[in-house]
């Protein structure tokens, strides 16, 4: 039996009612926060997790929240899988919501990045399966929380990969780590120097991203094969492996927490950078970049 929560009014007063709903039953409940729709299928008890924060689902720190927080609620539901994806095509996050890096209250930042860590920490360690929707433009924020999935599909034209040197950052170095780990360290090395998008078939040609899709129907369509493919694995020896092929990268990460920390609000909250942050956000509204 699943529970399923109804509201009605009842002479007047509005009451709720707990409902029970078997399992046979297929429904899809939803649970969304403001800025990320979750539906759950309940036949085939697979999550699909849609960014939706116009206009380009910038990652400030109340979207990083509520994606931890839903996270934690379908660990909880022992969901078959999650489909992480945008709910608008065509962009599946802009990256951090760059307003979050205008500031140099050091406070401020060290919250920020340490719910930006922490969430990313959330994917990356989550015994869940993942599938990561990539349908639209998934530049710097977007390409490292799609990396901490199990799995990524990815639509046609699109770009994807760490574009802050072009803007004149330095991505951290455990975002670098986890491309290396995807692509190899020569190529992440590249990547990297240059601030480099790749476009959809670049990325599948490096190992970037799994697979190609046409549209976003498609690519939910084929992350239910990839979940449904697990069917048959015991899910204990599935999650065990999931967490010794990744637990290097994670004892790493938090070994440097203090110093990734340190670092990072020491970068962006100097002036020099403050000045560089403001003329690309300039740059980006006249769209001359
Ligand atoms: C130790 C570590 C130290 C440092 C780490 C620093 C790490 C940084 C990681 C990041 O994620 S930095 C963010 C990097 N992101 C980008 O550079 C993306 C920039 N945006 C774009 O390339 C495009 O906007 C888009 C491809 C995502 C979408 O293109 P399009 O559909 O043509 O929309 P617009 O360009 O017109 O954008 C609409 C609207 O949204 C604003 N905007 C876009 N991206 C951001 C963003 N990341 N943060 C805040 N605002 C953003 C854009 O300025 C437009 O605003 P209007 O007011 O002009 O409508």
Not at 21 to 46: A, Q
Not at 60 to 74: A, I, P, R, T
Not at 148 to 168: F, K
Not at 222 to 233: D, E, G, L, P
């Amino acid at each position: 039996m699943f529970k399923g929560i109804c509201r009605e009014t009842h002479n007047g007063n509005m009451v709720t009612k707990i409902l029970k709903i078997p399992k046979f039953f297929t429904c899809i409940r939803n649970f969304s926060s403001e800025n990320v729709l979750v539906e759950v299928n309940n036949k085939t008890n697979t999550a699909i997790l849609r960014l939706s924060r116009p206009p380009v689902n910038g990652l400030n720190l109340e979207v990083l929240n509520e994606f931890e927080s839903l996270l934690s609620q379908l660990e909880q539901q022992k969901v078959n899988g999650v489909i992480i994806t945008s709910n608008k095509e065509g962009i599946l996050t802009g990256g951090i919501d760059i307003a979050e890096l205008q500031t140099i209250d050091q406070r401020r930042l060290k919250k920020y990045w340490t719910t930006f860590r922490d969430t990313f920490l959330k994917l990356y360690n989550t015994p869940l399966l993942t599938v990561a929707v990539i349908n639209g433009h998934s530049p710097a924020g977007g390409c490292l929380f799609s990396t901490a999935c199990d799995y990524r599909v990815m639509t046609r034209n699109y770009n994807i990969g760490g574009n802050e040197t072009q803007l004149g950052l330095v991505a951290p170095i455990w975002f670098m780590d986890r491309v290396a780990d995807l692509i190899g360290h020569r190529q992440a090395e590249l990547a990297f120097t240059q601030g480099k998008l790749f476009s959809t078939d670049e990325a599948h040609k490096l190992g970037l991203i799994d697979e190609i899709v046409e549209n976003t129907a498609e690519g939910l369509s084929k992350a239910q094969i990839i979940i449904n493919s697990f069917a048959n694995v015991p899910k204990k020896a599935r999650e065990i492996s999931k967490r010794f092929t990744r637990q290097q990268f994670l004892d790493k990460m938090i070994r440097d927490t203090d110093d990734d920390i340190r670092h990072f609000v020491n970068h962006i909250g100097s002036n020099e950078t403050q000045k560089i942050i403001e003329q690309y956000m300039q740059k980006l509204k006249s769209k001359r970049f």
